[in-house]
């Protein structure tokens, strides 16, 4: 996850699932019964099968002899970028909308009709910060419709994005007016593959969200998974994803590729987290130390406090999704612009590697969205308006 957690930097692979592509002769051997793989899933937007070998033995076989011609790829297994401390009830303030000013923007937006898939671990379904907030989405670890969060990660992530404001629940989303599409991608026990996080990503953009945020990853380039990131672009799809949280500037993907929005991580006083990754892969930053959300544990929905770069993508997901329901014909290009020119900048002046092109602000990036002169407060606060926005306790007033 992109949460903080004791990860690896070391690759890994699914040890008996490969991606291939669909006209590869060991995807039609095996479409036609003649290898000892089946297919387990198909991705026809970027041309690619899922195969899953009979033992393990054989997978590492076939793997050495189709590597060679670059025509087998592992299915890597993916890991969230957070860091979770125990999960709490909602008793205090969140301090990273005021960071980014997301109050004062919500003068402007809320939000409002900008789906946001949340590629993740699922959502707490009944959370009743969020069950308001979601749209259908899938499950693709069990491949059905339930795409319930019994890992914490994903609830957490959209909590950030886009939980219920003015309901006496918790905590209040950036976005709080978006609606949440929850793709399962990664199982109960909370990791991921990349053969599900690619069906996550066509997925959603198939069913016609603006924004995906990613919050899991892996230290190994993937072809497959780069197709998939370019479809989206190619549908002006925006993905923001998790810088990932080892300290170190090796890519993490998918946010490393160039179509992806790489966050990183800013502490409460704007520097930046000690932990995140960096390097010239990364776009921006966001909060991402001690952020309090929604959460799943024990069967149970709650509150939590967690850390990392899982929770600064979600940030900077629900900044953009103000943007577009103020202007839903923004291109692509266009939102990415106004996320980078409405970023504070942070660190070294100017571009750095730690927060790329500054620290993510939500009132000025929807004041670069709103025609000239539509702002109606004093140094972007709006007149005679009062802002609430500290969570209050679950079931409070």
Same mark, same amino acid.
Not at 98 to 124: F, H, K, L
Not at 274 to 295: C, K, L
Not at 325 to 337: G, N, R, T
């Given at each position: &996850?992109?949460?903080?957690?004791?990860?690896?930097?070391?690759?890994?692979?699914?040890?008996? #699932?490969?991606?291939? #592509?669909?006209?590869?002769?060991?995807?039609?051997?095996?479409?036609?019964?003649?290898?000892?793989?089946?297919?387990?899933?198909?991705?026809?937007?970027?041309?690619?099968?899922?195969?899953?070998? +009979?033992?393990?033995?054989?997978?590492?076989?076939?793997?050495? *002899?189709?590597?060679?011609? /670059?025509?087998?790829?592992?299915?890597?297994?993916?890991?969230?970028?957070?860091?979770?401390?125990?999960?709490?009830?909602?008793?205090?303030?969140?301090?990273?909308?005021?960071?980014?000013?997301?109050?004062?923007?919500?003068?402007?937006?809320?939000?409002?009709?900008?789906?946001?898939?949340? *590629?993740?671990?699922?959502?707490?379904?009944?959370? @009743?910060?969020?069950?308001?907030?979601?749209?259908?989405?899938? =499950?693709?670890?069990?491949? /059905?419709?339930?795409?319930?969060?019994?890992?914490?990660?994903?609830?957490?992530?959209?909590?950030? !994005?886009?939980?219920?404001?003015? =309901?006496?629940?918790?905590?209040?989303?950036?976005?709080?007016?978006? $609606?949440? &599409?929850?793709? $399962? *991608?990664?199982?109960? +026990?909370?990791?991921?593959?990349?053969?599900?996080?690619?069906?996550? %990503?066509?997925?959603?953009?198939?069913?016609?969200?603006?924004?995906?945020?990613?919050?899991?990853?892996?230290?190994?380039?993937?072809?497959?998974?780069?197709?998939?990131?370019?479809?989206?672009?190619?549908?002006? !799809?925006?993905?923001?994803?998790?810088?990932? /949280?080892?300290?170190?500037?090796?890519?993490?993907?998918?946010?490393?590729?160039?179509?992806?929005?790489?966050?990183?991580?800013?502490?409460?006083?704007?520097?930046?987290?000690? #932990?995140?990754?960096?390097?010239?892969?990364?776009?921006?930053?966001?909060?991402?130390?001690?952020? %309090?959300?929604?959460?799943?544990?024990?069967?149970?929905?709650?509150?939590?406090? &967690?850390?990392?770069?899982?929770?600064?993508? @979600?940030?900077?997901?629900?900044?953009?999704?103000?943007?577009?329901?103020?202007?839903?014909?923004?291109?692509?290009?266009?939102? !990415?612009? *106004?996320?980078?020119?409405?970023?504070?900048?942070?660190?070294?002046?100017?571009?750095?590697?730690?927060?790329?092109?500054?620290?993510?602000?939500?009132?000025?990036?929807?004041?670069? !969205?709103?025609?000239?002169?539509?702002? =109606?407060?004093?140094?972007?606060?709006?007149?005679?308006?009062?802002?609430?926005?500290? @969570?209050?306790?679950?079931?409070?007033?």
């Amino acid at each position: &996850m992109a949460a903080e957690a004791e990860v690896s930097i070391a690759d890994s692979a699914a040890s008996n #699932r490969f991606l291939v #592509r669909a006209d590869d002769p060991l995807a039609i051997a095996a479409r036609d019964g003649q290898s000892g793989a089946r297919i387990v899933m198909s991705l026809p937007q970027v041309n690619a099968v899922v195969l899953e070998m +009979e033992a393990e033995a054989e997978a590492g076989q076939s793997f050495a *002899v189709a590597a060679a011609g /670059n025509a087998l790829f592992p299915d890597v297994v993916t890991l969230p970028s957070a860091e979770m401390n125990d999960p709490i009830l909602a008793s205090g303030g969140q301090w990273a909308p005021q960071r980014i000013q997301a109050p004062e923007a919500w003068s402007q937006s809320d939000g409002r009709d900008v789906i946001v898939a949340i *590629v993740d671990s699922g959502i707490d379904l009944n959370h @009743p910060d969020l069950r308001d907030r979601l749209v259908p989405g899938h =499950n693709f670890w069990e491949d /059905n419709a339930e795409p319930a969060d019994r890992c914490g990660h994903g609830t957490h992530v959209a909590g950030i !994005v886009a939980a219920s404001a003015y =309901n006496g629940e918790g905590v209040t989303g950036i976005a709080h007016g978006a $609606k949440l &599409m929850p793709v $399962k *991608v990664m199982a109960d +026990e909370c990791y991921g593959t990349y053969s599900r996080m690619i069906a996550g %990503i066509l997925y959603a953009v198939d069913a016609g969200v603006r924004v995906i945020v990613i919050t899991s990853g892996a230290y190994i380039d993937s072809p497959l998974l780069h197709d998939a990131v370019i479809y989206a672009q190619q549908r002006g !799809v925006l993905i923001v994803a998790a810088a990932g /949280n080892d300290g170190t500037d090796r890519p993490f993907y998918p946010a490393a590729y160039d179509e992806v929005i790489a966050v990183a991580g800013a502490d409460q006083w704007d520097g930046s987290y000690y #932990r995140t990754n960096h390097g010239p892969h990364i776009d921006i930053a966001a909060p991402a130390v001690e952020i %309090i959300s929604s959460f799943w544990a024990d069967g149970q929905s709650t509150y939590a406090i &967690m850390t990392g770069t899982s929770m600064a993508a @979600p940030h900077v997901a629900g900044t953009a999704a103000l943007a577009l329901a103020l202007d839903p014909a923004l291109s692509l290009d266009d939102l !990415v612009d *106004v996320l980078f020119t409405g970023a504070e900048d942070r660190g070294d002046l100017g571009y750095d590697l730690y927060f790329g092109h500054g620290r993510t602000n939500a009132w000025l990036t929807v004041q670069g !969205v709103l025609p000239e002169g539509a702002s =109606n407060g004093v140094d972007g606060v709006p007149s005679g308006q009062e802002f609430v926005y500290l @969570p209050a306790l679950m079931g409070g007033q």
